[in-house]
């Protein structure tokens, strides 16, 4: 009788242990995981035991992975979340974002990520351009068309698509340049 008492509550308990929870996880930009929380007594502690992983949102951040679970401990860049709603899950998809740099005058600068986390943008002087516009002469982060004031035309600049393009060395060379050559000519 004893035996049967003892193996009735180890029966007993593993139905109450084996409470479980489906839900799903982001596991990219459209895509989703089934995931289950089990090892629970009741649905609600089966839920709590419900989460999932991803990138925190951070710019430059190298960690990419989404999924079920919490992140793995120590692993820069990620970010757990209780998945209360078993369709969607927590870990939403973000796209990557990366800072990058442009030169403000002579000083590389750190533009903000771009919210699509695809274009570098940054603007200078167009090599014609003979106006003092500190604006435009310093170059900066962002196009032409954001940076454009009352003082220059949209002609006058020039944007570029690359971290430290718009230098404007061309205009920097060429007037140490010139002397150079015109004594040259002369030997």
Same mark, same amino acid.
């Given at each position: 009788?004893?035996?049967? /008492?003892?193996?009735a509550f180890v029966a007993f308990a593993s139905v109450l242990a084996d409470e479980s929870y489906d839900f799903n996880c982001m596991t990219g930009d459209s895509a989703t995981t089934p995931c289950t929380a089990t090892t629970a007594a009741t649905e609600a502690e089966a839920k709590a035991l419900a989460f999932c992983h991803g990138p925190n949102g951070d710019a430059d951040n190298t960690y990419a992975e989404y999924g079920c679970d919490k992140c793995a401990q120590d692993v820069a860049g990620c970010m757990s979340c209780r998945s209360s709603d078993a369709t969607? *899950?927590?870990?939403? @998809?973000?796209? $990557?974002?990366?800072?990058?740099?442009? @030169?403000?005058?002579k000083t590389?600068?750190?533009? $903000?990520?771009?919210? /699509? *986390?695809? /274009?570098?943008?940054?603007?200078g002087p167009a090599e014609t351009y003979e106006g003092d516009v500190a604006v435009l002469t310093d170059g900066g982060c962002g196009t032409c068309a954001d940076a454009k004031t009352a003082e220059f035309e949209v002609d006058d600049c020039l944007d570029c698509s690359t971290a430290l393009c718009n230098t404007s060395s061309a205009k920097v060379l060429v007037p140490f340049l010139a002397p150079l050559?015109? /004594?040259l000519f002369f030997l």
């Amino acid at each position: 009788m004893k035996l049967f /008492a003892v193996v009735a509550f180890v029966a007993f308990a593993s139905v109450l242990a084996d409470e479980s929870y489906d839900f799903n996880c982001m596991t990219g930009d459209s895509a989703t995981t089934p995931c289950t929380a089990t090892t629970a007594a009741t649905e609600a502690e089966a839920k709590a035991l419900a989460f999932c992983h991803g990138p925190n949102g951070d710019a430059d951040n190298t960690y990419a992975e989404y999924g079920c679970d919490k992140c793995a401990q120590d692993v820069a860049g990620c970010m757990s979340c209780r998945s209360s709603d078993a369709t969607t *899950g927590c870990n939403t @998809y973000e796209a $990557p974002t990366f800072s990058f740099q442009c @030169y403000v005058g002579k000083t590389k600068t750190r533009c $903000p990520a771009d919210s /699509a *986390g695809e /274009a570098i943008a940054c603007f200078g002087p167009a090599e014609t351009y003979e106006g003092d516009v500190a604006v435009l002469t310093d170059g900066g982060c962002g196009t032409c068309a954001d940076a454009k004031t009352a003082e220059f035309e949209v002609d006058d600049c020039l944007d570029c698509s690359t971290a430290l393009c718009n230098t404007s060395s061309a205009k920097v060379l060429v007037p140490f340049l010139a002397p150079l050559i015109a /004594a040259l000519f002369f030997l």
